[in-house]
């Protein structure tokens, strides 16, 4: 499987599956696995270790804001 560059929607797709990952599993780790898995499966590519970080690091700012929004609620 060839790595390439990745889009910046591609990116944030990666983003979400690892943030869905994490609300199942609450393990970052295995979110990062979570998005390499979705760039091969869906996106047919091989992310390299920067750009499934990048994802992991979107969906812990989107965590956060889901977090901070939930807090506003009450």
Do not use: P
Not at 60 to 69: L, R, Y
Request: glycine share 6%; with cysteine.
């Amino acid at each position: 499987m060839k790595k390439r560059y990745l889009y910046q929607q591609e990116i944030h797709q990666m983003a979400d599956a690892a943030l869905i990952s994490y609300e199942f599993g609450c393990s970052w780790k295995r979110a990062f696995e979570a998005a390499a898995e979705f760039a091969i499966d869906e996106l047919g590519v091989k992310a390299t270790r920067a750009q499934a970080a990048t994802a992991v690091r979107i969906a812990q700012t989107n965590w956060e804001g889901i977090k901070i929004g939930i807090r506003g609620k009450q």
